[in-house]
């Protein structure tokens, strides 16, 4: 689908002009744009179409991520030598004074500075790689240990609740709608076996155990943004970002 971008981004309270708007990315739960401007000495930036048929509530989504980007500027504000336009999200706030807009067609939409001379991959292919994906991570929580208020709100109810998980998939079983049931039988076995295993985290945590914390709960690879010589930079795509365990994220 073909959006106006320009008119989109002219919604926002951005600095430099618009130049072009071009798809950025392999995610594909938005749509994603990267926006260039004009000007050498002016950010380009990110501006996305939100998928509330994945997300329900758009402005909770919103409001989580901006109390958390807002908790990692302080944070960083108080570390000599961070750049923290490049080591942390910038929401860009609309005309309206919110962190999104509505379009004429009811899209949502929301706008990030971009953030430059990164490096991103959807593979680790190197221990050094693995090593700062995990510093990432690990910094991402422990910044966010200490954030006051209330719970950020669940975004994808049950999103890592394998009790959850696990009752859909025996559900499933059972109906066997696309009849093919008898054709995976080992793999489903294996699944069954493993299931009290994969309770462990879960029972933990019931049992008080191990605290919920903020986690990010979707650490795939490409999340984690590097800077020019692959060292871990930026933790990005905040839209689950809520209460878990630790494991969730490792």
Same mark, same amino acid.
């Given at each position: 689908?073909?959006?106006?971008?320009?008119?989109?981004?002219?919604?926002?309270?951005?600095?430099?002009?618009?130049?072009?708007?071009?798809?950025?990315?392999?995610?594909?739960?938005?749509?994603?744009?990267?926006?260039?401007?004009?000007?050498?000495?002016?950010?380009?930036?990110?501006?996305?179409?939100?998928?509330?048929?994945?997300?329900?509530?758009?402005?909770?989504?919103?409001?989580?991520?901006?109390?958390?980007?807002?908790?990692?500027?302080? #944070?960083?504000?108080?570390?000599?030598?961070?750049?923290?336009?490049?080591?942390?999200?910038? @929401?860009?706030?609309? /005309? $309206? *004074? &919110?962190?999104?807009?509505?379009?004429?067609?009811?899209?949502?939409?929301?706008?990030?500075?971009?953030?430059?001379?990164?490096?991103?991959?959807?593979?680790?292919?190197?221990?050094?790689?693995?090593?700062?994906?995990?510093?990432?991570?690990?910094?991402?929580?422990?910044?966010?240990?200490?954030?006051?208020?209330?719970?950020?709100?669940?975004?994808?109810?049950?999103?890592?609740?394998?009790?959850?998980?696990?009752?859909?998939?025996?559900?499933?079983?059972?109906?066997?709608?696309?009849?093919?049931?008898?054709?995976?039988? #080992?793999?489903?076995?294996?699944?069954?076996?493993?299931?009290?295993?994969?309770?462990?985290? @879960?029972?933990?945590? /019931? $049992? *008080? &155990?191990?605290?919920?914390?903020?986690?990010?709960?979707?650490?795939?690879?490409?999340?984690?943004?590097?800077?020019?010589?692959?060292?871990?930079?930026?933790?990005?795509?905040?839209?689950?970002?809520?209460?878990?365990?630790?494991?969730?994220?490792?």
């Amino acid at each position: 689908m073909n959006y106006d971008l320009k008119d989109i981004f002219e919604y926002f309270v951005a600095e430099g002009t618009f130049l072009k708007g071009e798809p950025y990315g392999s995610g594909h739960i938005h749509d994603t744009f990267r926006i260039e401007t004009l000007e050498n000495d002016k950010d380009d930036y990110i501006l996305q179409r939100l998928n509330n048929k994945i997300f329900k509530n758009i402005p909770e989504l919103q409001h989580n991520i901006e109390r958390v980007t807002v908790h990692l500027r302080n #944070k960083l504000s108080a570390i000599p030598g961070s750049d923290i336009k490049r080591e942390c999200l910038t @929401l860009i706030p609309s /005309k $309206e *004074g &919110k962190t999104w807009i509505t379009d004429q067609e009811g899209n949502f939409w929301r706008m990030y500075i971009f953030i430059s001379n990164h490096h991103s991959y959807n593979f680790v292919d190197s221990p050094d790689k693995a090593f700062e994906g995990g510093k990432a991570i690990g910094r991402f929580q422990a910044m966010l240990s200490d954030m006051p208020g209330y719970p950020l709100s669940e975004t994808i109810p049950g999103f890592h609740n394998i009790e959850k998980r696990l009752d859909m998939f025996t559900g499933k079983i059972r109906e066997n709608p696309a009849g093919r049931v008898g054709t995976v039988e #080992k793999e489903i076995e294996q699944v069954l076996q493993r299931a009290e295993e994969m309770k462990i985290i @879960l029972q933990l945590g /019931k $049992e *008080g &155990k191990i605290p919920l914390r903020i986690t990010h709960n979707d650490t795939k690879f490409n999340n984690i943004l590097l800077d020019e010589n692959d060292k871990a930079l930026c933790v990005i795509d905040l839209d689950t970002v809520m209460s878990g365990y630790v494991h969730y994220d490792f």
